[in-house]
C-alpha cells in the first residue's frame, strides 16, 4: 500500500525557518517525481515545488522561490521542504503528493502537515 | 501561467441529482487536465486524469470530458458521499495551477 507521512510541521514566527519532511512507503521512491502542494485555511490548493526521481531538476511557484528548497534522499526513501524566510502567507496545510515522470497529476498524497505563522 | 476557472463556485444539490461543474483553461491545456475530490481535513482524492481516464476505484458515476480550454466534471445520480469539493489542476506546464474549487452542498 502507497503511503506518504508528513511530519515538521508547527507554529513559527515570521522570518523563521522550518523543514518538512515526507516519508514514503509501498512503492518504488526512486522511481516517482515528487510534489509539494499547500492548502491555506479555508482556500484552495497551491502547487509549491517539485523534484525529479533522482533529485534534479527542482522548481518552484513563484511565491516560494528563493525562500523554499525542495530535495530528497532517495535512500531513506524521504521527501523534504527547507523553508526560510516565512512570511504569514505561508501558513497552511502542506501536502507532499507522488507524480509520475512527466504527467503531474497525483493519485497519492500525504495526510498534510499544518504549518502556522504567528503574528 | 495558466489560469484555471471553475464555475460554479457553489452548487446546492439533492442525493440523485445530476451536477456539472466546468472548468476552463486561460490557454490550451490539451487533455492534461485532472479532476479531485476533497472533503473536509482529507487531503484530495484523484478522480479524473487526462480529462476522461476514471481513476481505479471511482465509481463510474463520476465522468470528465473536454479538451483544449473547457473541460467537465459530471456526477451522475449524486450520492451522499460526494458532498465534497472538487478542483481541476491542469498539468501541461509550470507551474501546476489548480482551479479554485466547486463546493457541492446539499439544497
Known amino acids: 500500500e502507497v503511503q506518504l507521512a508528513e511530519s515538521g510541521g508547527g507554529l513559527v514566527q515570521p522570518g523563521e525557518s522550518l523543514r518538512l519532511s515526507c516519508e514514503a512507503s509501498?512503492?518504488?521512491?526512486?522511481?516517482?517525481?515528487m510534489h509539494w502542494v499547500r492548502q491555506a485555511p479555508g482556500k484552495g490548493l497551491v502547487w509549491v515545488a517539485r523534484?525529479?526521481?533522482?533529485?534534479?531538476?527542482?522548481i518552484y511557484a513563484d511565491s516560494v522561490q528563493g525562500r523554499f528548497t525542495i530535495s530528497r534522499d532517495n535512500a531513506k526513501k524521504t521527501l523534504y521542504l527547507q523553508m526560510n524566510s516565512l512570511r504569514a502567507e505561508d501558513t497552511a496545510v502542506y501536502y507532499c503528493a507522488r507524480g509520475l515522470p512527466y504527467y503531474s497529476f497525483f493519485a497519492y498524497w500525504g495526510q498534510g502537515t499544518l504549518v502556522s505563522l504567528s503574528s | 501561467d495558466i489560469q484555471m476557472t471553475q464555475s460554479p463556485s457553489t452548487l446546492s444539490a439533492s442525493v440523485g441529482d445530476t451536477v456539472t461543474i466546468t472548468c476552463r483553461a486561460s490557454?490550451?491545456?490539451?487533455?492534461?487536465l485532472a479532476w479531485y475530490q476533497q472533503t473536509p481535513g482529507k487531503a484530495p482524492k484523484l478522480l479524473i486524469y487526462?480529462?476522461?481516464t476514471l481513476e481505479d476505484g471511482v465509481p463510474s458515476r463520476f465522468s470528465g470530458s473536454g479538451s483544449g480550454t473547457e473541460f467537465t466534471l459530471t456526477i451522475t445520480a449524486l450520492q451522499p458521499a460526494d458532498f465534497a469539493t472538487y478542483y481541476c489542476q491542469q498539468y501541461d506546464s509550470n507551474p501546476l495551477t489548480f482551479g479554485g474549487g466547486t463546493k457541492v452542498e446539499i439544497k
Open positions: 509501498g512503492f518504488s521512491f526512486s522511481n516517482y517525481w
Open positions: 490557454q490550451s491545456i490539451s487533455s492534461w
Open positions: 523534484i525529479e526521481s533522482d533529485g534534479s531538476g527542482p
Open positions: 487526462k480529462a476522461s
